[in-house]
């Protein structure tokens, strides 16, 4: 069986594309009582950005905090704030979310508009096709490139139980705007940390097992705009960035990240680690897994000047040792793909222990 | 201004995914009365691949001819041959139309789709942004992989007046099944000259003056793929094929081909010739715009052992002279890619009239 993929349908990329968010939402609005809702990275409350949104009168304009990757409790407040704006207004369901901002808040808007139109809480539904209702129409607007968020049919968030996205085609996107303008100004190692989820995944769907020649097509253009943004010099290193982030997510279609990743989901649940900087800290440490992809790695990191903390979790408590190793295990799939079906017996609770032990 | 690019939502991808046509389509039946319609290229009538195709006892399977390429009278027969099958049953609009074939096949599908929803005959709709209502649900499945047919937002027809595709968003396919299978059994030459309309155009889209970091991406990485099919002896040299048709016809999205396909055009119109061989028998004479990529193709050719008619537009009467440039002059967008805003004066009537003579 092969994934009937189901891809972003409208995409618009270039310099300067954001200026054409409020034509491309003017053909969604609805007559009287139809509103957007703004979900916007809070960075940007006093920046520039603000003054060119597209938000009206009737728009419901909520600054969102992503200092915490997205947890199920927020999604929840979220939508009850979308809610109660449509009782104190027509009662309606808002004509669209749009995200902006980095993965973490994409996700939010992805989980909100799921949340609309699905009873109960955003936790009931982490996992694989648990999703009965169509979206609210979603846009997503990267302020960062390299998580694959504006592609991904995902949307991760830390719940009461474990750190799992809510996996289905409604979490897609209907439209994204893909401007390279709008991830100029982002912090150098926040921009590093980010870019290098593209380049990370990218190595382990290319070193997996689940490839074909769909996705390694993708995922070998996106390492390769990574290496040119990450290693060279060019002008248009922002155009590359958000490309390679796209094929990289467009490259998960037929593949699965790895070691990496898995390991990444435990550090960030338990540590509160964001995903980006999460899974530098692991890759550095997995060189008998990815080997030319870990040098590579830390040319990069050199190059940019990168020091990330060490010995986050090294001395700590069993309890939360034996936490980081149950949410990185619920992860069959990423285990699977990176060391095929007898990952079990390869990677076991006490290697994953050492492995965690060293980072 | 930034085009809005409508993607094919949904894509399977891989060997034996034909298989999985019956699922899929399982879900866009309705109820009683609700057929489907398969436009099956006529070459297939008595191969196996007709015994996998999912047609249910209600569904409408018609063998079409693509001997010619598709003509605008042609499709207005078919639409009308649909017509007359849901008169005799429910009324009822196809739950949709399956298109197997090479592009010629694929056009034909989308042309019928849009027919459906909207009057009058599809020689109105040559041009852009025409079509008023969405298409019936159509899926697209190649057997023959170049033509990029299976994303575009075009489907191309040789009208009364004019070669000339519907250009529109409604036109883009809402499924398709990339089966490599499928395009094992083409001959070798036709094989080889719809890939290098893949080639061909990415040539075009790369040299040319439109392009950016987006169809770049996919430009180069087409182009690399068509190298290893044409140049190499790699066993999934099929799977690569499908993906560089696929990714060169994602290319077009912020780019546009050139001089070859519009001097093609030309020919086809009035020498009847296929698009994919026409292509090939102009880009041979088109070394001084195109010098790597002719020098390529030439080895390519050899490789493949390939030779071409001669000759076909030398001697030919005036008024069929006239008339090919005529064709080839309606197609503004593509010269300018290729020659920049000055293109008129690098590229008068004498000059295409000079060109055609040679071929």
Same mark, same amino acid.
């Given at each position: 069986?092969?994934?009937?993929?189901?891809?972003?349908?409208?995409?618009?990329?270039?310099?300067?594309?954001?200026?054409?968010?409020?034509?491309?939402?003017?053909?969604?609005?609805?007559?009287?009582?139809?509103?957007?809702?703004?979900?916007?990275?809070?960075?940007?409350?006093?920046?520039?950005?603000?003054?060119?949104?597209?938000?009206?009168?009737?728009?419901?304009?909520?600054?969102?905090?992503?200092?915490?990757?997205?947890?199920?409790?927020?999604?929840?407040?979220?939508?009850?704030?979308?809610?109660?704006?449509?009782?104190?207004?027509?009662?309606?369901?808002?004509?669209?979310?749009?995200?902006?901002?980095?993965?973490?808040?994409?996700?939010?808007?992805?989980?909100?508009?799921?949340?609309?139109?699905?009873?109960?809480?955003?936790?009931?539904?982490?996992?694989?096709?648990?999703?009965?209702?169509?979206?609210?129409?979603?846009?997503?607007?990267?302020?960062?490139?390299?998580?694959?968020?504006?592609?991904?049919?995902?949307?991760?968030?830390?719940?009461?139980?474990?750190?799992?996205?809510?996996?289905?085609?409604?979490?897609?996107?209907?439209?994204?705007?893909?401007?390279?303008?709008?991830?100029?100004?982002?912090?150098?190692?926040?921009?590093?940390?980010?870019? =290098?989820?593209?380049?990370?995944?990218?190595? !382990?769907? +290319?070193?997996?097992?689940? &490839?074909? #020649?769909?996705? @390694?097509?993708?995922?070998?253009?996106?390492?390769?705009?990574?290496?040119?943004?990450?290693?060279?010099?060019?002008?248009?290193?922002?155009?590359?960035?958000?490309?390679?982030?796209?094929?990289?997510?467009?490259?998960?279609?037929?593949?699965?990240?790895?070691?990496?990743?898995?390991?990444?989901?435990?550090?960030?649940?338990?540590?509160?680690?964001?995903?980006?900087?999460?899974?530098?800290?692991?890759?550095?440490?997995?060189?008998?897994?990815?080997?030319?992809?870990?040098?590579?790695?830390?040319?990069?990191?050199?190059?940019?000047?990168?020091?990330?903390?060490?010995?986050?979790?090294?001395?700590?408590?069993?309890?939360?040792?034996?936490? =980081?190793?149950?949410?990185?295990?619920?992860? !069959?799939? +990423?285990?699977?793909?990176? &060391?095929? #079906?007898?990952? @079990?017996?390869?990677?076991?609770?006490?290697?994953?222990?050492?492995?965690?032990?060293?980072?």
């Amino acid at each position: 069986m092969f994934r009937n993929f189901k891809v972003v349908p409208h995409i618009i990329f270039g310099r300067g594309s954001f200026n054409q968010l409020d034509d491309i939402l003017a053909e969604k609005r609805r007559g009287v009582g139809s509103f957007m809702v703004f979900l916007v990275d809070d960075v940007f409350s006093e920046s520039g950005l603000k003054t060119k949104m597209p938000v009206k009168k009737q728009d419901l304009l909520i600054w969102v905090n992503v200092d915490d990757e997205p947890k199920t409790v927020y999604v929840d407040e979220l939508t009850d704030r979308v809610r109660a704006y449509m009782k104190s207004g027509s009662n309606n369901l808002p004509a669209g979310i749009i995200g902006i901002g980095g993965g973490s808040t994409m996700d939010l808007a992805k989980a909100v508009s799921l949340m609309l139109t699905n009873p109960g809480s955003s936790a009931d539904y982490q996992g694989w096709d648990l999703i009965k209702n169509p979206a609210v129409y979603h846009v997503g607007i990267p302020t960062l490139s390299g998580t694959g968020a504006e592609v991904s049919r995902t949307t991760v968030l830390s719940g009461p139980e474990k750190k799992l996205g809510i996996n289905s085609d409604y979490t897609v996107f209907d439209q994204i705007v893909l401007d390279p303008e709008l991830i100029s100004g982002a912090p150098a190692d926040q921009r590093f940390y980010t870019g =290098m989820d593209c380049y990370i995944h990218c190595v !382990e769907s +290319l070193n997996g097992t689940y &490839l074909n #020649t769909f996705s @390694k097509a993708y995922g070998e253009k996106a390492i390769e705009l990574c290496r040119e943004v990450f290693l060279g010099n060019g002008p248009d290193s922002d155009d590359k960035l958000m490309i390679a982030s796209y094929f990289g997510g467009m490259s998960i279609a037929y593949s699965q990240v790895g070691v990496c990743h898995a390991l990444s989901y435990g550090l960030s649940f338990v540590l509160g680690l964001h995903h980006g900087i999460g899974n530098c800290i692991a890759f550095d440490y997995l060189e008998e897994y990815y080997p030319e992809g870990v040098h590579e790695f830390r040319r990069m990191m050199k190059k940019h000047g990168i020091n990330f903390p060490r010995n986050l979790a090294k001395g700590i408590e069993n309890h939360r040792l034996e936490k =980081m190793v149950d949410v990185a295990l619920v992860l !069959e799939p +990423l285990w699977e793909n990176a &060391l095929g #079906t007898g990952w @079990k017996e390869i990677m076991t609770r006490e290697k994953i222990k050492e492995l965690y032990q060293r980072m």
